[in-house]
């Protein structure tokens, strides 16, 4: 066995370590054939538990099946496996931000049972933010194997993201830019190459294991002027669709957490309203992809009453599911609910003007879908990739460009954090790379600390002290207990200069009588953003280092401003 | 040629911790080898230098760490020389005697060190009392000397020298050096024995060079005791 292991070690094999940029290319494919995988498994067991509750769905009870997956999930995300809940998308890019891509391994199949479980049983949530997840786990744990560093495992993160987009929607580009736009938010030659590597294994396994089939099956369109500029419409009211679900999303999970009861009840509660819903409306029910398909194609049949009844009723299963405690993805509802808002738009407009020459109603329910996904993810983009990819079609890429920018820019002016980003920018855990606020995460105190301070004791006479004065580079003085150690206070020489030239001063005063003892100090633990801000309402140029009563060392802008520069030379390049 | 982290750490002018963590997060140019990590200075060198760093190797940052060391007032004074019995009637005669005294200066370099010594004496006097002037010129960055010196005139008649206390001097101390930092040394040392009036008494008698160098090389004992 002792013969064995070191082979174990992946590190060591040399054969990796000929080029870092090949290693990482090589471990792409890897990468992204394993979420490829996953998302190939999120698919076929939903499709096969739908299937299999399908006999149960005609008795009154059905209404329940959401109700129990909910809590089946919650049961199983809080007590057997001990995850958070929510939906994955910002997990991955808070470890991104804060860890560099750290994170652990069972995070690769919790979040695909919990959402199976969810959306099978008929809860409105999407499929895609669960095997994100998934992909980035397996990205991240992959990198550990083969001790990369942070940046690699960032990358293999990313390159996780993407393979499991690419894989679910047969839709490479989009999953490329989703990784970037979304996940990490950095665009360099570096990170690209892996990236692109995974999303064509990722569509390449889900291709060999599925079929090369579209989600959405090409049709052709005439799309002409007025379509372009129905989309402008469009585009706005695609991002009030988008506040609205981000509204309701975050108010029924504010709601939620006020009541009281444990999780998995409320996810049932959740559950079973989605469901009595679903007796009535049963295309609410599930991820939607069956009738987004209708919508396309220009099959779906209820008037435009109905339709925008369903619209909202998608929309409110959507924030019950997820706001709730079901466990899934925005992606999918957010498709469904944008087709049935461009096939609504449309049948409204045919109905104000009956003789338009204006496209069928399938095209709209396209464009409908870039809107919502551009207005909640803010990621415009995405929002054209996917739907140019899933739909096959690139003849209706102007309005689609027209109606993704003006649904971001609507959705930005209203809620300037997307749905992914509210939370980690409200806690200050959005660290874009090459940013002012990664620069200063990076630095700590301890690496800023300035060591060449004499230390004086509190009953050193004036006299002894304007001695050290002399030897010392520095303006200031901490003031130690010569026999515990103990942080005293310290000594500012812009404070005690006057009685320096004062020789009748120098036996009659000591340290302990000119020493400032209420000094604001720092934590070698504390956040650089707040220390700079306490520097900056205090208006102080530096500050004493202290940490269990013991002087550590000096901080000051000086230093950090040196420092900064170096920083942000090597992060942005 | 390999370094290690706590000399890349000092070429590039940040802490150890910073250079781990930037490795840690894959941004210095390393190789690694299981838990062995190797850096080439040539591959550093090249990235600092894309990056608009600084890279200095750490031989070149010794050489520049060593400051010439300060030299004592004895040694100093023993290469300015000790003069007798110059003969001046007025501060411009004094100062043109005592440049025409410093040893190992060229003719024209006399008359330029005479005339900056006498923009000196215009700006303000050095005649710092008790019959006691410094003589040195403004800047000493213009002095050709490269190290420094310190040439003792005893004139023969005192000369007002518009002194503090107006007394006349009846001994210069032609101070020349090559930067401030030895400049203020030396002064500050002059000064301090000057302070002392058994010294200037003893000044009064014109002792002879060996008896004055060994005087100085007492008092400078007592001063480095104290602490100057």
């Known amino acids: ?130 095997v994100v997840i998934s992909g980035a786990a397996i990205g991240s744990t992959i990198a550990r194997k083969f001790g990369l560093n ?19 929607f047969n839709a490479p580009i989009a999953g490329m830019v989703f990784a970037v736009e979304v996940i990490l938010g950095e665009w360099t030659t570096l990170n690209i190459i892996p990236i692109a590597i995974a999303a064509v294994s990722g569509t390449e396994i889900s291709r060999i294991l599925m079929g090369n089939r579209i989600a959405f099956t090409h049709q052709v369109f005439n799309i002409d002027f007025i379509d372009i500029a129905a989309s402008v419409g469009l585009g706005i009211l695609a991002a009030a669709a ?12 504010s709601l939620c957490s006020r009541t009281g009861g444990p999780t998995w009840l409320r996810a049932a509660l959740g559950g079973c309203v989605v469901g009595a819903m679903g007796l009535a409306l049963p295309d609410v029910l599930g991820e939607g992809y069956h009738t987004t398909r209708l919508m396309i194609h220009g099959l779906y049949a209820p008037g435009v009453t109905l339709v925008f009844i369903l619209l909202m009723a998608k929309i409110l299963a ?93 959705c930005h002016y209203f809620e300037p954090a997307s749905f992914y980003l ?28 300035e060591k060449d301070c004499i230390v004086v004791s509190p009953t050193m006479r004036l006299g002894e002290f304007v001695d050290i004065v002399k030897i010392s580079h520095r303006n200031y003085f901490p003031v130690e207990d010569p026999e515990t150690g103990e942080f005293l206070g310290m000594v500012y020489l812009d404070d005690v200069r006057p009685y320096l030239f004062n020789p009748a001063m120098y036996d009659a005063v000591v340290i302990e009588e000119i020493m400032d003892t209420d000094v604001e100090t ?18 102080l140029f530096s500050m004493p280092v202290v940490s269990n009563n013991r002087f550590r060392g000096m901080i000051s802008k000086a230093t950090l401003l040196d420092r900064y520069r170096r920083e942000l030379a090597v992060q942005t390049s | 040629m390999q370094l290690t982290i706590s000399e890349i750490a000092k070429c590039l002018g940040v802490p150890e911790r910073t250079v781990r963590r930037w490795i840690r997060q894959g941004r ?25 760093l600084s890279f200095f190797p750490p031989r070149v940052d010794r050489a520049s760490q060593q400051t010439p060391e300060l030299e004592d007032l004895q040694t100093v004074m023993r290469r300015g020389g000790v003069f007798y019995e110059l003969a001046a009637d007025d501060l411009r005669s004094a100062l043109r005697a005592a440049a025409d005294s410093i040893p190992g200066l060229e003719t024209a370099e006399r008359e330029d060190l005479y005339q900056r ?112």
């Open chain 1, 1 to 130: 066995m002792d013969r064995i292991k070191p082979w174990l070690k992946l590190t060591r094999w040399r054969f990796f370590r000929l080029d870092d940029r090949l290693l990482l290319i090589l471990i792409a494919v890897i990468v992204g054939n394993c979420s490829g995988l996953s998302a190939v498994a999120l698919n076929t067991s939903i499709d096969a538990m739908v299937e299999w509750l399908q006999p149960l769905r005609h008795y009154w009870w059905a209404f329940l099946l959401p109700a129990a997956g909910a809590a089946a999930s919650s049961i199983f995300l809080e007590k057997i496996v001990r995850e958070g809940a929510g939906h994955g998308v910002p997990e991955v890019i808070y470890a991104v931000s804060r860890y560099g891509g750290l994170l652990r391994f069972r995070s690769s199949f919790t979040r695909l049972i919990s959402s199976c479980l969810t959306i099978g049983s008929g809860g409105s949530a999407g499929p895609e933010a669960p």
């Open chain 1, 422 to 449: 509210k939370e980690l920018i409200d806690h200050g855990h959005l660290l874009r790379p090459g940013t002012d606020a990664r620069v200063l995460t990076d630095l700590s105190v301890p690496e800023l600390l």
């Open chain 1, 150 to 168: 942070e940046r690699q495992r960032v990358t293999l993160v990313g390159c996780g993201a993407a393979g499991a987009i690419s894989a679910i």
């Open chain 2, 117 to 228: 010594l006498l923009a000196r004496e215009q700006l303000a006097s050095t005649g710092i009392g008790k019959g006691v002037a410094i003589p040195h010129p403004r800047n000493p960055s213009g002095n050709t000397t490269k190290r420094s010196l310190i040439t003792t005139c005893f004139l023969k008649n005192p000369v007002d020298f518009n002194a503090v206390d107006q007394q006349p001097v009846f001994v210069m101390f032609v101070l020349l050096s090559p930067s401030v930092k030895t400049h203020l040394h030396l002064l500050s040392r002059l000064t301090y024995c000057v302070r002392d009036d058994d010294f200037v008494a003893f000044l009064k008698t014109r002792p002879a060079p060996a008896d004055f160098f060994e005087r100085i090389a007492r008092l400078e004992e007592q001063l480095v005791s104290a602490g100057y």
């Open chain 1, 242 to 253: 988008s506040i609205l679900l981000t509204r309701l999303l975050r108010g029924m999970s």
């Open chain 2, 28 to 52: 210095l140019p390393v190789q690694r080898i299981g838990e062995e990590y190797s850096f080439s200075q040539a591959a550093l060198e090249r990235w600092a230098r894309e990056r608009n």
């Open chain 1, 318 to 410: 959507t924030s019950l599911t997820l706001g709730w405690g079901g466990s899934g993805g925005i992606f999918a509802p957010c498709l469904a609910i944008g087709s049935i808002l461009g096939l609504t738009f449309q049948r409204a407009l045919m109905a104000l003007w009956p003789g338009a020459n204006m496209a069928s109603e399938g095209c709209f329910a396209l464009l409908g879908m870039a809107g919502l996904i551009s207005g909640m993810l803010q990621a415009p983009l995405t929002g054209i990739f996917l739907i140019v990819e899933i739909t096959g079609g690139w003849e209706v890429i102007l309005p689609l460009i027209i109606i993704s920018v003006i649904s971001t820019t609507v």
């Open chain 1, 522 to 539: 720092v934590h070698p633990d504390d956040d650089l953003p707040d220390v700079l801000r306490r520097m900056d309402e205090k208006r």
